[in-house]
């Protein structure tokens, strides 16, 4: 049935996301909510309590225990697990991702928050993509630790000292809060795992934090960022002030020093990168003002001369009272999300909107190892108090008092149990696969987007278009490119029509193959070139068979089906094609 309800479309399953959506169901009375619907688009069905991220790398913290599900949290809001497409703020409409079936959704609105964060920017630095590790949602921290037990299992089994060496390096890129309680987490983890294997001693290993400015956590005073340089060179971190990454690849990174530009290669097999970050590539297409890739709101949280688009969080440029730019930290967007909901209240009711008013009430950091950095209402604090401060203040505010209590058992067993050193293989579905199929099931329908291409190993297919079949394919044949080539919809249906085997290359896959591997996208121009012949053979087929006019004599060819029309070859999805 058509929603004829008002629409409040949140995206982004952050901090600044998610409580929007708690406020909205709040705020808005049952009788209101019967007219109004809240959406909070989030591509897991979850919100990530990052601040204790780096706990998790060192398994001081459990992996479940730093989420919280977000349909529990925002009762009162629809949740939709899908990535943003598109964002048509003319239209009015946001386009989502396909589902569990092959369909794009496409969602109007009449309010839209955008809370998308920020994306880690890999394209600065050479090799960064393919071989950093990013460190900011649940699956880097996860992989990370995975990576780190690897790298010592690795090192354990292998002869050759400086493969040892380069095993046993870690890189962490990034001197703010978040490089400094990576690399502080893994340093604890190490130091205590290695005393379970034979080969490795502390001796061995080598931590390196690179930090571009002239010091670690430049959010912080001088005295405490100073306090804290101290105690991880103490604990073995080597910092390396005034150099950043200039390349990287599997085997090393290429460290740059600011002041000399000269570079040093270090061997390392695992690097995790901090920064820099970027604005989400939706955003910057967004024909809405920007400042530094974040979208320029006013002290409402709606952006000028857009009604009824409101952006907060990180990906947002939001000035304060005292005339700063909002900074991108969770205590900020956790108060613009407040001000946000109650402004889209405020705008439904007719009444006097609010403007956001907060300005910070500290900074936290740890350190690792019952030690941490504050700065609160003025105050400064080092060492064991500032640790006890730093998680009193987080456990109170994780989301719902069963987290806490989690959490609270977490940080008590971990004082007197030995950390979990055990590898978790996770197995994730490769870019190319191979695909079962029973007779008669539908691979796609027509209409469907394009996100795969097949290539027929064993049994048969058939090609149908409004109703009709048009083909037979066998081993050796693929089908679907077209869709991936033309970027139009699957203009045919393809269905099973024996016991199918085939091999699946992804979207993604295949669209690096054709722009890299050499003669693959000739071949691809052959598949269209014979399938345009094919349509001409066709269309003269059917002009020789076609019955003659009674009144003239001539023959009257029936039009050939439209996926099968020279005009539209490039778009048809099947082509009889033999790769070998």
Known sequence: MPNTKKRVLILGGG???????VHLGKLFTKKELEEIEIVLINRENYIVFQPLLPEVISGSVELNHVIAPIRRMAPKALLYTRDVESVDPVARTVTLSPGNRPVPLTLPYDHLVIAMGTCLDDSKIPGMREHASPFKYLGDALYIRNQIVRALEEAEAEPDPEIR????TFVVAGGGFSGVECIAEMNDFLREAVGAYHNICEGDLRLILLQRGERILPELTETLAEFAHKLLVKRGVEIRLGASLKAMSADAVIVEDKATRQTETIPAATTVAT???GPHRLLTALPLAQDKGRIVVNQQTEAPGWPGVWAIGDCAAIQQVDGQTSPPTAQHALRQAKTCAENIVASYRGTPKKIFGFTGLGKLG??????????????RLKGLIAWVLWR???????PGLGGQIRLLADWILDVFLPRDITQLRLFHKDGVHREHFETGETIFQEGDFGDKVYFVVRGEVTVQHDGATLATLRAGEVFGEAALISQHPRNATIRAATALDAVAVSRTAFQQLLGCLPGLSGAMQEIMSARMERCVDLDEEMSSLAPRNNLTGSATPPAAPSALRPENAMDAEASPHNPH
């Open 15 to 21: 901090f600044g996301g998610v409580y929007v959506a």
């Open 165 to 168: 060496r380069r095993l046993l």
């Open 275 to 277: 920064v820099p970050a």
């Open 366 to 379: 740890s350190l690792g190892r019952r030690s941490a950095v504050a700065e609160i209402f003025g105050f």
């Open 392 to 398: 009193g203040v987080y456990v109170t505010k994780f």
